[in-house]
Protein backbone atom coordinates (compact mmCIF):
# COMPACT_ATOMS: atom_id res chain seq x y z
CA UNK A 1 0.00 0.00 0.00
CA UNK A 2 1.03 3.36 -0.37
CA UNK A 3 1.25 5.83 2.41
CA UNK A 4 -2.08 7.74 1.77
CA UNK A 5 -3.56 4.11 1.32
CA UNK A 6 -2.34 2.87 4.48
CA UNK A 7 -3.08 6.34 6.38
CA UNK A 8 -7.43 5.86 5.18
CA UNK A 9 -7.21 2.03 6.00
CA UNK A 10 -5.52 3.08 9.70
CA UNK A 11 -8.41 6.01 9.83
CA UNK A 12 -11.07 3.73 9.08
CA UNK A 13 -9.76 1.26 11.59
CA UNK A 14 -10.23 3.98 13.93
CA UNK A 15 -13.32 5.49 12.89
CA UNK A 16 -15.47 2.69 11.22
CA UNK A 17 -17.30 -0.42 12.73
CA UNK A 18 -17.02 -2.28 10.00
CA UNK A 19 -20.01 -4.67 9.48
CA UNK A 20 -18.98 -8.70 9.51
CA UNK A 21 -15.93 -7.81 10.55
CA UNK A 22 -13.92 -8.73 13.48
CA UNK A 23 -12.01 -5.63 14.56
CA UNK A 24 -9.05 -7.05 16.28
CA UNK A 25 -8.17 -9.02 12.50
CA UNK A 26 -8.05 -5.58 10.60
CA UNK A 27 -4.50 -5.23 11.60
CA UNK A 28 -3.62 -8.31 9.68
CA UNK A 29 -6.46 -7.86 7.12
CA UNK A 30 -6.57 -4.51 6.49
CA UNK A 31 -9.89 -2.62 4.56
CA UNK A 32 -9.43 -2.01 1.11
CA UNK A 33 -9.28 1.48 0.53
CA UNK A 34 -11.66 2.04 -2.81
CA UNK A 35 -11.53 5.49 -4.81
CA UNK A 36 -14.04 4.64 -7.28
CA UNK A 37 -16.24 2.20 -9.69
CA UNK A 38 -16.17 1.82 -13.30
CA UNK A 39 -18.42 -1.26 -14.48
CA UNK A 40 -17.39 -4.32 -12.69
CA UNK A 41 -13.93 -2.81 -11.72
CA UNK A 42 -13.11 -1.30 -8.29
CA UNK A 43 -9.72 1.29 -8.11
CA UNK A 44 -8.54 1.38 -5.31
CA UNK A 45 -6.85 4.69 -3.62
CA UNK A 46 -3.16 3.53 -4.56
CA UNK A 47 -4.52 2.60 -8.64
CA UNK A 48 -4.65 -0.72 -8.53
CA UNK A 49 -7.86 -2.16 -9.43
CA UNK A 50 -9.62 -5.05 -8.37
CA UNK A 51 -12.95 -7.23 -10.21
CA UNK A 52 -16.03 -7.18 -8.19
CA UNK A 53 -16.82 -10.86 -8.09
CA UNK A 54 -19.24 -10.73 -5.35
CA UNK A 55 -21.20 -7.52 -6.55
CA UNK A 56 -20.49 -6.25 -3.75
CA UNK A 57 -22.35 -7.82 -1.65
CA UNK A 58 -24.57 -8.95 -4.32
CA UNK A 59 -26.29 -5.54 -5.29
CA UNK A 60 -24.49 -4.01 -8.40
CA UNK A 61 -25.96 -6.39 -11.01
CA UNK A 62 -24.91 -3.65 -13.60
CA UNK A 63 -21.67 -2.71 -12.43
CA UNK A 64 -20.34 0.78 -10.87
CA UNK A 65 -21.37 3.76 -11.91
CA UNK A 66 -23.90 2.64 -14.13
CA UNK A 67 -25.19 5.31 -15.88
CA UNK A 68 -28.60 4.94 -17.06
CA UNK A 69 -29.10 4.30 -13.27
CA UNK A 70 -27.47 7.23 -12.02
CA UNK A 71 -29.08 9.17 -14.45
CA UNK A 72 -32.54 7.99 -13.42
CA UNK A 73 -31.46 8.97 -10.01
CA UNK A 74 -30.01 12.60 -10.93
CA UNK A 75 -33.38 13.17 -12.69
CA UNK A 76 -35.49 12.05 -9.80
CA UNK A 77 -33.46 13.89 -7.50
CA UNK A 78 -34.38 17.62 -9.12
CA UNK A 79 -38.14 17.17 -8.97
CA UNK A 80 -38.67 15.35 -5.72
CA UNK A 81 -35.94 13.55 -3.68
CA UNK A 82 -38.27 12.52 -0.86
CA UNK A 83 -41.93 12.74 0.57
CA UNK A 84 -43.58 10.57 3.44
CA UNK A 85 -45.48 7.64 1.72
CA UNK A 86 -47.83 8.05 4.73
CA UNK A 87 -50.83 10.21 3.51
CA UNK A 88 -48.71 11.38 0.27
CA UNK A 89 -48.01 9.36 -2.68
CA UNK A 90 -45.67 9.65 -5.82
CA UNK A 91 -45.51 8.25 -9.05
CA UNK A 92 -41.46 6.20 -8.78
CA UNK A 93 -43.55 4.39 -6.05
CA UNK A 94 -46.99 3.32 -7.98
CA UNK A 95 -45.29 2.54 -11.10
CA UNK A 96 -42.79 0.47 -9.38
CA UNK A 97 -45.36 -1.28 -7.26
CA UNK A 98 -47.22 -1.80 -10.54
CA UNK A 99 -44.39 -2.94 -12.84
CA UNK A 100 -43.71 -5.81 -9.65
CA UNK A 101 -47.26 -7.21 -9.41
CA UNK A 102 -47.77 -7.54 -13.56
CA UNK A 103 -44.45 -9.41 -13.28
CA UNK A 104 -46.10 -12.43 -11.16
CA UNK A 105 -49.09 -11.98 -13.11
CA UNK A 106 -51.05 -10.04 -11.16
CA UNK A 107 -50.86 -12.40 -8.02
CA UNK A 108 -49.06 -10.68 -5.74
CA UNK A 109 -50.50 -7.06 -5.98
CA UNK A 110 -49.76 -5.09 -3.06
CA UNK A 111 -46.02 -3.64 -2.51
CA UNK A 112 -44.87 -2.41 0.76
CA UNK A 113 -41.86 -0.45 1.15
CA UNK A 114 -38.87 -0.94 3.24
CA UNK A 115 -34.92 -0.35 3.83
CA UNK A 116 -33.03 -3.55 3.21
CA UNK A 117 -33.50 -6.60 3.33
CA UNK A 118 -33.60 -7.80 7.15
CA UNK A 119 -36.32 -4.98 7.12
CA UNK A 120 -38.27 -6.53 4.70
CA UNK A 121 -38.18 -9.92 6.68
CA UNK A 122 -39.67 -8.04 9.84
CA UNK A 123 -42.63 -6.55 7.59
CA UNK A 124 -43.78 -10.29 6.27
CA UNK A 125 -43.22 -11.68 9.63
CA UNK A 126 -45.83 -9.44 11.03
CA UNK A 127 -48.35 -9.07 8.09
CA UNK A 128 -48.40 -12.69 8.36
CA UNK A 129 -49.16 -13.04 12.11
CA UNK A 130 -51.08 -10.17 12.00
CA UNK A 131 -53.16 -11.61 9.24
CA UNK A 132 -54.72 -14.55 11.15
CA UNK A 133 -55.06 -12.22 14.18
CA UNK A 134 -57.26 -9.74 12.30
CA UNK A 135 -58.98 -13.22 11.07
CA UNK A 136 -59.43 -14.60 14.61
CA UNK A 137 -56.32 -16.91 15.09
CA UNK A 138 -54.12 -14.88 17.16
CA UNK A 139 -52.89 -18.62 18.18
CA UNK A 140 -51.06 -18.60 14.63
CA UNK A 141 -47.83 -17.11 15.69
CA UNK A 142 -45.04 -19.73 15.18
CA UNK A 143 -42.47 -19.41 12.13
CA UNK A 144 -40.81 -22.10 10.42
CA UNK A 145 -37.63 -22.04 8.83
CA UNK A 146 -34.62 -24.22 7.32
CA UNK A 147 -31.34 -25.57 8.54
CA UNK A 148 -28.49 -23.05 7.47
CA UNK A 149 -31.28 -20.44 6.47
CA UNK A 150 -30.00 -16.70 6.59
CA UNK A 151 -32.57 -13.98 6.58
CA UNK A 152 -31.27 -11.26 7.86
CA UNK A 153 -29.61 -9.39 11.42
CA UNK A 154 -32.20 -7.96 13.16
CA UNK A 155 -34.30 -9.91 16.17
CA UNK A 156 -37.14 -11.17 14.09
CA UNK A 157 -35.25 -11.79 11.34
CA UNK A 158 -32.39 -13.49 13.08
CA UNK A 159 -35.14 -15.69 14.74
CA UNK A 160 -35.75 -17.57 11.64
CA UNK A 161 -32.19 -17.72 10.49
CA UNK A 162 -29.62 -20.65 11.35
CA UNK A 163 -26.41 -19.68 11.19
CA UNK A 164 -24.91 -19.52 13.98
CA UNK A 165 -21.95 -17.53 14.02
CA UNK A 166 -24.73 -14.33 12.85
CA UNK A 167 -27.13 -15.94 16.03
CA UNK A 168 -25.29 -17.44 18.80
CA UNK A 169 -24.67 -14.29 20.64
CA UNK A 170 -28.01 -13.16 20.45
CA UNK A 171 -30.02 -16.40 21.46
CA UNK A 172 -31.54 -15.60 24.43
CA UNK A 173 -32.87 -12.27 23.10
CA UNK A 174 -34.93 -14.80 19.85
CA UNK A 175 -38.33 -15.76 19.62
CA UNK A 176 -38.41 -19.78 19.15
CA UNK A 177 -38.47 -20.55 15.58
CA UNK A 178 -39.18 -24.29 13.73
CA UNK A 179 -35.83 -25.51 11.96
CA UNK A 180 -36.70 -28.38 9.37
CA UNK A 181 -34.35 -30.17 7.39
CA UNK A 182 -33.20 -27.98 4.31
CA UNK A 183 -32.57 -29.73 1.11
CA UNK A 184 -29.43 -29.59 -0.40
CA UNK A 185 -29.19 -31.44 -4.20
CA UNK A 186 -25.63 -32.67 -3.34
CA UNK A 187 -26.86 -34.93 -1.12
CA UNK A 188 -30.31 -35.85 -3.04
CA UNK A 189 -32.42 -34.99 0.06
CA UNK A 190 -34.98 -33.19 -1.24
CA UNK A 191 -37.78 -35.47 -0.50
CA UNK A 192 -37.25 -36.09 2.82
CA UNK A 193 -36.81 -32.38 3.43
CA UNK A 194 -40.25 -32.40 2.47
CA UNK A 195 -41.62 -35.23 4.23
CA UNK A 196 -39.85 -33.39 7.71
CA UNK A 197 -41.98 -30.63 6.59
CA UNK A 198 -44.87 -32.34 6.49
CA UNK A 199 -44.66 -34.05 9.87
CA UNK A 200 -44.04 -30.75 11.49
CA UNK A 201 -47.17 -28.81 9.61
CA UNK A 202 -49.66 -31.90 10.21
CA UNK A 203 -48.13 -31.62 14.09
CA UNK A 204 -47.95 -28.00 14.34
CA UNK A 205 -50.31 -26.12 11.91
CA UNK A 206 -52.66 -24.56 14.14
CA UNK A 207 -49.74 -22.48 15.71
CA UNK A 208 -47.98 -22.14 12.93
CA UNK A 209 -48.16 -18.98 10.86
CA UNK A 210 -45.45 -19.16 8.18
CA UNK A 211 -43.21 -20.57 6.33
CA UNK A 212 -39.95 -18.61 5.12
CA UNK A 213 -37.45 -20.06 2.36
CA UNK A 214 -34.64 -18.93 0.25
CA UNK A 215 -35.74 -20.23 -3.09
CA UNK A 216 -33.34 -22.59 -5.03
CA UNK A 217 -30.01 -21.40 -2.91
CA UNK A 218 -29.55 -21.01 0.82
CA UNK A 219 -26.77 -17.94 0.22
CA UNK A 220 -24.85 -17.64 3.66
CA UNK A 221 -25.13 -21.24 4.06
CA UNK A 222 -22.51 -21.56 1.28
CA UNK A 223 -24.61 -21.76 -2.19
CA UNK A 224 -26.43 -24.60 -1.49
CA UNK A 225 -28.43 -24.95 -4.23
CA UNK A 226 -31.28 -27.56 -4.47
CA UNK A 227 -34.07 -28.50 -7.17
CA UNK A 228 -37.39 -26.28 -7.90
CA UNK A 229 -39.51 -29.48 -7.13
CA UNK A 230 -39.00 -28.73 -3.88
CA UNK A 231 -40.93 -25.69 -3.64
CA UNK A 232 -43.86 -26.79 -5.71
CA UNK A 233 -43.89 -29.69 -3.10
CA UNK A 234 -43.66 -26.81 -0.08
CA UNK A 235 -46.28 -24.63 -1.56
CA UNK A 236 -48.49 -27.59 -1.67
CA UNK A 237 -48.53 -28.38 1.73
CA UNK A 238 -48.33 -24.86 3.30
CA UNK A 239 -51.95 -24.80 0.95
CA UNK A 240 -52.99 -28.21 2.53
CA UNK A 241 -52.46 -26.63 6.40
CA UNK A 242 -53.35 -23.16 5.87
CA UNK A 243 -50.07 -21.70 6.65
CA UNK A 244 -48.52 -18.63 4.66
CA UNK A 245 -45.30 -18.91 2.25
CA UNK A 246 -42.75 -16.40 2.15
CA UNK A 247 -39.79 -16.44 -0.31
CA UNK A 248 -37.03 -13.93 0.64
CA UNK A 249 -35.86 -13.39 -2.85
CA UNK A 250 -33.36 -10.76 -1.54
CA UNK A 251 -30.32 -12.19 -3.27
CA UNK A 252 -31.99 -14.61 -5.20
CA UNK A 253 -34.35 -12.23 -6.98
CA UNK A 254 -33.36 -9.62 -10.12
CA UNK A 255 -32.31 -12.19 -12.57
CA UNK A 256 -29.34 -13.83 -10.50
CA UNK A 257 -30.94 -17.59 -10.93
CA UNK A 258 -31.30 -17.23 -14.65
CA UNK A 259 -35.43 -16.05 -14.16
CA UNK A 260 -36.26 -12.76 -12.53
CA UNK A 261 -37.66 -14.40 -9.40
CA UNK A 262 -36.01 -17.68 -8.67
CA UNK A 263 -39.98 -18.63 -7.73
CA UNK A 264 -40.85 -18.65 -11.80
CA UNK A 265 -38.82 -21.90 -12.02
CA UNK A 266 -41.35 -23.62 -9.80
CA UNK A 267 -44.61 -25.09 -11.14
CA UNK A 268 -46.64 -24.06 -8.29
CA UNK A 269 -48.66 -21.20 -7.60
CA UNK A 270 -47.02 -18.19 -6.33
CA UNK A 271 -46.41 -17.55 -1.98
CA UNK A 272 -47.98 -15.59 -0.35
CA UNK A 273 -45.08 -13.12 0.16
CA UNK A 274 -42.09 -12.39 -1.83
CA UNK A 275 -39.26 -10.39 -0.60
CA UNK A 276 -36.93 -8.50 -2.61
CA UNK A 277 -33.72 -5.93 -1.92
CA UNK A 278 -30.45 -6.17 -2.85
CA UNK A 279 -30.13 -5.90 -6.38
CA UNK A 280 -33.30 -4.27 -7.24
CA UNK A 281 -31.85 -0.88 -7.14
CA UNK A 282 -28.59 -2.41 -8.85
CA UNK A 283 -26.41 -1.58 -6.04
CA UNK A 284 -27.23 2.47 -5.34
CA UNK A 285 -29.91 3.07 -3.30
CA UNK A 286 -31.04 1.02 0.32
CA UNK A 287 -35.01 -0.25 -0.71
CA UNK A 288 -36.67 -2.98 0.11
CA UNK A 289 -39.72 -4.72 -0.85
CA UNK A 290 -42.72 -7.00 0.30
CA UNK A 291 -45.37 -8.39 -2.33
CA UNK A 292 -48.06 -10.11 -1.26
CA UNK A 293 -52.17 -10.73 -2.27
CA UNK A 294 -55.20 -9.47 -1.99
CA UNK A 295 -56.22 -11.90 0.49
CA UNK A 296 -53.41 -10.75 3.02
CA UNK A 297 -53.81 -7.26 2.00
CA UNK A 298 -57.92 -8.06 2.80
CA UNK A 299 -57.33 -9.01 6.28
CA UNK A 300 -56.06 -5.49 7.00
CA UNK A 301 -59.07 -3.20 5.75
CA UNK A 302 -61.25 -1.88 8.00
CA UNK A 303 -62.19 1.05 9.74
CA UNK A 304 -60.49 -0.10 12.52
CA UNK A 305 -56.74 1.77 12.65
CA UNK A 306 -55.72 -1.26 15.02
CA UNK A 307 -56.30 -3.91 12.46
CA UNK A 308 -54.04 -1.61 9.82
CA UNK A 309 -50.52 -2.32 9.60
CA UNK A 310 -48.76 -0.10 11.69
CA UNK A 311 -45.21 -0.25 10.30
CA UNK A 312 -42.93 2.25 8.76
CA UNK A 313 -39.45 4.16 8.54
CA UNK A 314 -38.52 7.51 7.54
CA UNK A 315 -37.93 7.11 4.34
CA UNK A 316 -40.33 4.30 3.07
CA UNK A 317 -40.72 4.35 -0.37
CA UNK A 318 -38.08 6.88 -1.16
CA UNK A 319 -38.09 8.74 -4.48
CA UNK A 320 -35.14 8.32 -5.18
CA UNK A 321 -34.61 4.54 -4.87
CA UNK A 322 -37.76 3.63 -6.76
CA UNK A 323 -36.45 5.64 -9.30
CA UNK A 324 -33.67 3.40 -9.40
CA UNK A 325 -35.09 0.70 -9.10
CA UNK A 326 -37.88 1.86 -12.39
CA UNK A 327 -34.64 2.03 -14.25
CA UNK A 328 -33.39 -1.62 -13.15
CA UNK A 329 -36.47 -2.70 -14.42
CA UNK A 330 -36.19 -1.43 -17.47
CA UNK A 331 -32.89 -3.26 -18.31
CA UNK A 332 -34.97 -6.15 -17.90
CA UNK A 333 -37.86 -5.50 -20.05
CA UNK A 334 -35.16 -4.77 -22.45
CA UNK A 335 -34.33 -8.38 -22.64
CA UNK A 336 -31.47 -8.46 -19.76
CA UNK A 337 -32.71 -12.08 -18.86
CA UNK A 338 -31.65 -13.40 -22.62
CA UNK A 339 -28.29 -11.56 -22.16
CA UNK A 340 -28.05 -13.25 -18.61
CA UNK A 341 -28.38 -17.18 -19.68
CA UNK A 342 -25.59 -16.01 -22.18
CA UNK A 343 -23.30 -14.70 -19.86
CA UNK A 344 -23.84 -17.90 -17.64
CA UNK A 345 -23.03 -19.92 -20.13
CA UNK A 346 -19.36 -18.45 -20.75
CA UNK A 347 -18.86 -18.73 -16.62
CA UNK A 348 -20.06 -22.51 -17.19
CA UNK A 349 -17.64 -22.94 -20.04
CA UNK A 350 -14.86 -20.94 -18.50
CA UNK A 351 -15.00 -22.57 -14.90
CA UNK A 352 -15.53 -26.37 -16.21
CA UNK A 353 -11.87 -27.16 -16.40
CA UNK A 354 -11.39 -26.25 -12.64
CA UNK A 355 -13.63 -29.32 -12.05
CA UNK A 356 -10.38 -31.04 -12.20
CA UNK A 357 -8.81 -29.71 -9.48
CA UNK A 358 -8.34 -32.54 -6.67
CA UNK A 359 -9.52 -30.36 -3.74
CA UNK A 360 -12.62 -29.04 -5.15
CA UNK A 361 -15.58 -30.47 -4.79
CA UNK A 362 -19.27 -29.98 -5.75
CA UNK A 363 -18.89 -27.43 -8.58
CA UNK A 364 -22.29 -25.79 -9.30
CA UNK A 365 -23.84 -23.32 -10.70
CA UNK A 366 -27.72 -21.67 -11.36
CA UNK A 367 -27.80 -18.39 -13.03
CA UNK A 368 -25.12 -16.29 -12.81
CA UNK A 369 -24.50 -17.86 -9.46
CA UNK A 370 -21.74 -19.75 -9.50
CA UNK A 371 -19.80 -22.01 -6.46
CA UNK A 372 -17.35 -24.78 -5.27
CA UNK A 373 -16.15 -25.93 -1.92
CA UNK A 374 -12.64 -27.26 -1.32
CA UNK A 375 -11.83 -30.40 0.77
CA UNK A 376 -9.47 -30.03 3.62
CA UNK A 377 -9.43 -25.89 3.34
CA UNK A 378 -6.47 -24.62 5.92
CA UNK A 379 -7.26 -22.35 8.85
CA UNK A 380 -8.83 -18.94 8.06
CA UNK A 381 -9.09 -20.09 4.71
CA UNK A 382 -11.62 -17.45 3.49
CA UNK A 383 -9.45 -14.85 4.91
CA UNK A 384 -6.69 -16.11 3.27
CA UNK A 385 -8.23 -16.49 0.00
CA UNK A 386 -9.63 -13.08 0.17
CA UNK A 387 -6.24 -11.87 0.37
CA UNK A 388 -4.84 -13.80 -2.11
CA UNK A 389 -7.28 -13.11 -4.62
CA UNK A 390 -6.59 -9.11 -4.33
CA UNK A 391 -3.06 -10.06 -6.12
CA UNK A 392 -4.86 -11.20 -9.36
CA UNK A 393 -7.24 -8.56 -9.00
CA UNK A 394 -10.30 -10.38 -7.59
CA UNK A 395 -12.07 -8.83 -4.99
CA UNK A 396 -13.70 -11.98 -3.52
CA UNK A 397 -15.21 -13.13 -0.04
CA UNK A 398 -15.74 -17.02 0.37
CA UNK A 399 -18.27 -18.24 2.91
CA UNK A 400 -16.25 -21.02 5.17
CA UNK A 401 -14.52 -23.21 2.31
CA UNK A 402 -17.19 -22.41 0.00
CA UNK A 403 -15.90 -20.05 -2.96
CA UNK A 404 -18.02 -18.64 -5.03
CA UNK A 405 -19.00 -15.92 -7.81
CA UNK A 406 -21.90 -13.35 -8.16
CA UNK A 407 -20.77 -11.03 -10.53
CA UNK A 408 -22.47 -8.33 -12.37
CA UNK A 409 -23.94 -8.61 -15.42
CA UNK A 410 -21.22 -8.01 -17.51
CA UNK A 411 -19.53 -10.88 -18.20
CA UNK A 412 -17.55 -11.19 -21.52
CA UNK A 413 -15.62 -14.60 -23.06
CA UNK A 414 -12.27 -12.87 -22.03
CA UNK A 415 -13.92 -11.51 -18.49
CA UNK A 416 -15.03 -15.24 -17.71
CA UNK A 417 -11.49 -16.51 -18.75
CA UNK A 418 -10.40 -13.87 -16.89
CA UNK A 419 -11.96 -15.08 -13.60
CA UNK A 420 -11.60 -18.76 -14.07
CA UNK A 421 -8.03 -17.84 -14.23
CA UNK A 422 -7.81 -15.72 -11.29
CA UNK A 423 -9.72 -18.03 -8.91
CA UNK A 424 -7.66 -21.23 -10.22
CA UNK A 425 -4.25 -19.14 -9.37
CA UNK A 426 -5.47 -17.62 -5.68
CA UNK A 427 -6.89 -21.55 -5.36
CA UNK A 428 -3.36 -23.14 -5.85
CA UNK A 429 -1.79 -19.60 -3.75
CA UNK A 430 -3.56 -20.69 -0.17
CA UNK A 431 -3.78 -24.27 -0.96
CA UNK A 432 0.28 -24.31 -1.32
Given at each position: ??????????????????????????????????????????????????????????????????????????????????????????EPAVRLGERLSARTGGALGHVFF????????????????????????????????????????????????????????????????????????????????????????????????????????????????????????????????????????????????????????????????????KGITGGTMPLSLVLTTDDVFAAF??????????????????????????????????????????????????????????????????????????????????????????????????????????????????????????VAKTLNDVLA
Amino acid sequence: MTSSTQDLATRSRAAVWHPCTQMARLADVPPLPIARGDGAWLFGTDGRRYFDANSSWWVNLFGHSDKPLIAAIKHQLDTLPHVMLAGCTHEPAVRLGERLSARTGGALGHVFFGSDGASAVEIALKQSFHTWKNRGQPDKREFVCLQNSYHGETLGALSVTDVQVFRDAYDPLLMRAHIVPSPDARRGNEAEALAAMRALLAERHAQIACVIVEPLIQGAAGMVMYAPEYLTGLRELTREFNVHLIADEIAVGCGRTGTFFAWEQTQAEWPDFVLLSKGITGGTMPLSLVLTTDDVFAAFWSEDVTRGFLHSHSYTGNPLACAAANAVLDRFDAGQLDDNRAQADRLARAFAPLAEHPRLRHLRQRGMILAFDVADAPPRFAERFHLAAREHELLIRPIGSTVYLMPPYLIADDTAAFLADGVAKTLNDVLA
